[in-house]
C-alpha cells in the first residue's frame, strides 16, 4: 500500500531515483540541486539503496560517468542546475545524440549575470535540441512520478533516449508538500529490472566495440534520423507509461499535456511548470465570473506536443504562452514554438514573460494575463511583442 510523506521537490526527485533501483549516482553539489544527492547519498550508506555512488570534481564528469554507466547496461542517475547544466552540457549533448538512456533531474535556475540562485527555465530549455526527452513537473507528486516513468520510457527499446526531469527552484526544490510513495513491488513491476537492458549495445571486454568515432558525410545523417525516428516514438511510449502508472497508482499521465477547463474555453493560456497551480486558480475564479478560459500544461517539451496543441486550441478565439525564459531578439521559447505548432489553424497566439530570476508569478498576475487576452479577442486585436508581466519601472 503507497504510503504519504511530506518531501521537498528534491527528497521527491531521490525517493523516485530509489524506488527505480537507480545503479549508478554520479554529481556534483549546485545550488538548489544538492539535498537531491545528498538525500541518495544517506540512503546508498545505510545499506537501503544498493548503487554505486560516483564522487567527481565536476558536473562535466558527472555526466561522464553516467553515460559510462549507461553503456555497460547500468539504470544511471544524475541531477544538476544552471550553471552546472552548462558546464556538462559537452556531456548532455554526448549522452543525447549517442542513445545514452539514463535519467537526470534539473533544478531550473537563472543564469548568471546578474548571479541567481531562483527559478528560470533558460538552463533547461538551452538544451532542448540536444536529444534529450524532457519533462517539466507542475508538483512534488509529479517530480517523484515523472522520476519513475522517466526509467520505462528512456530503457524502452522504441525509445533508448535520456530523460530530463524539470523542476522550478525553491518554489517545487525546497518547499515541502505531501506526496503519495508508491510500493517498491509496485514499481519493481512497473520498470524493467536494472541491469536487464542490452540494447542499443552494451560495452563488453568479450565483445569489444567502438561507439560515437568519426563518420563521414555519406552516414552521418542516418544516426541523426534514428534519434528523430526515437523522438516520435516517444509520444507513444509516454502515454503508454503514464496510462500503465495510472493503473498501479490511480494518477495517469496518458498525455503529453495536461487540459484544464480547456474544451469549452474561448480563450487558452499555454504554461509548464510550478506556476501551473496558480494558473488554474486563475482558471477557476474567471470561470465563475462567467468567463470562458481555459489552461493547457504542456508535461513534455521534447517531444513537443504538436498534435495536442493543434487538436485543443483549433477553434479557440485567442491562444496565450506564458514562458519564464527568454530568447533575446526573439522572444519566449515556448511561444515561439507554439506559434510554429499552431501556425497552421490561424489561431492568433500572444506571449507573456514572467518570473525571470525567480521573481513571483502570483493568481493575480494570472487574472490579468487572461483578462488581457479576453480584451485582444473581443477587439480583434493582433498578436503583439511578448508582454512582460511584473516588469518594475526601468529608468
Known amino acids: 500500500m503507497a504510503r504519504t510523506e511530506i518531501l521537498t521537490g528534491n ?3 531521490a525517493y523516485g531515483a530509489k524506488l527505480s533501483r537507480v545503479q549508478v549516482i554520479s554529481a556534483y553539489p549546485i545550488t538548489p540541486q544538492t539535498s537531491i544527492v545528498e538525500k541518495l547519498d544517506e540512503f546508498v550508506e545505510s545499506g537501503e539503496l544498493d548503487a554505486r555512488y560516483v564522487r567527481v570534481e565536476s558536473e562535466h564528469s558527472a555526466m561522464a560517468a553516467c553515460i559510462g554507466a549507461a553503456a555497460t547496461g547500468a539504470r544511471a542517475f544524475t541531477a544538476t542546475s544552471s550553471h552546472g547544466l552548462m558546464y556538462m552540457s559537452e556531456l548532455v ?7 545514452f538512456p539514463l535519467v537526470m533531474a534539473v533544478v531550473c535556475r537563472a543564469l548568471a549575470p546578474p548571479w541567481s540562485i531562483w527559478s528560470e527555465h533558460n538552463d533547461v530549455l ?4 540536444s536529444g534529450w526527452i524532457i519533462f517539466f513537473a507542475e508538483d512534488n507528486q509529479e517530480v517523484l512520478d515523472l522520476i519513475i516513468q522517466s526509467y520505462r520510457i528512456c530503457e524502452d527499446e522504441r525509445v533508448l533516449q535520456p530523460v530530463m526531469v ?4 525553491f518554489i517545487l526544490s525546497h518547499t515541502s508538500t505531501p506526496v503519495s510513495i508508491p510500493e517498491q513491488s509496485d514499481v519493481d513491476g512497473y520498470l524493467p529490472p536494472p541491469g536487464s537492458r542490452r540494447k542499443p549495445f552494451i560495452l563488453d571486454i568479450e565483445n569489444p566495440l567502438t561507439h560515437g568515432n568519426l563518420t ?3 552516414y ?8 528523430e525516428k526515437s523522438m516520435n516514438s516517444a509520444r507513444r511510449v509516454i502515454v503508454e507509461a503514464g496510462r500503465r502508472y495510472g493503473e498501479i497508482t490511480g494518477r495517469y499521465y496518458d498525455s503529453l499535456v495536461e487540459d484544464y477547463r480547456c474544451s469549452d474555453a474561448d480563450v487558452v493560456l499555454i504554461n509548464v511548470g510550478s506556476s501551473s497551480g496558480d494558473a488554474k486558480e486563475a482558471v477557476d475564479l474567471l470561470r465563475d465570473e462567467g468567463y470562458r478560459v481555459g489552461l493547457l500544461k504542456l508535461r513534455a517539451i521534447r517531444p513537443f506536443p504538436f498534435e495536442d496543441l493543434r487538436r485543443i486550441c483549433g477553434g479557440k ?6 514562458d519564464r525564459d527568454y530568447s533575446f531578439g526573439y522572444g519566449g521559447i515556448l511561444h515561439c514554438e507554439v506559434s510554429s505548432a499552431l501556425s497552421g489553424i490561424k489561431v492568433p497566439v500572444q506571449g507573456f514573460v514572467g518570473g525571470l530570476g525567480g521573481r513571483d508569478v502570483t493568481v493575480d498576475n494570472y487574472v490579468n494575463i487572461f483578462k488581457i487576452l479576453i480584451d ?3 477587439r480583434g486585436v493582433e498578436p503583439k511583442p511578448p508582454l512582460w508581466v511584473g516588469l518594475r519601472e526601468v529608468v
Open 166 to 169: 524539470a523542476l522550478d527552484a
Open 317 to 322: 478565439r485567442y491562444i496565450g504562452v506564458f
Open 216 to 218: 563521414y558525410p555519406e
Open 11 to 13: 527528497y521527491a526527485v
Open 220 to 227: 552521418f545523417m542516418e544516426f541523426r534520423y534514428e534519434i
Open 126 to 129: 538551452a538544451h532542448r535540441d
Open 376 to 378: 485582444m479577442a473581443d
Open 93 to 99: 549533448w554526448w549522452a543525447g545524440l549517442g542513445k
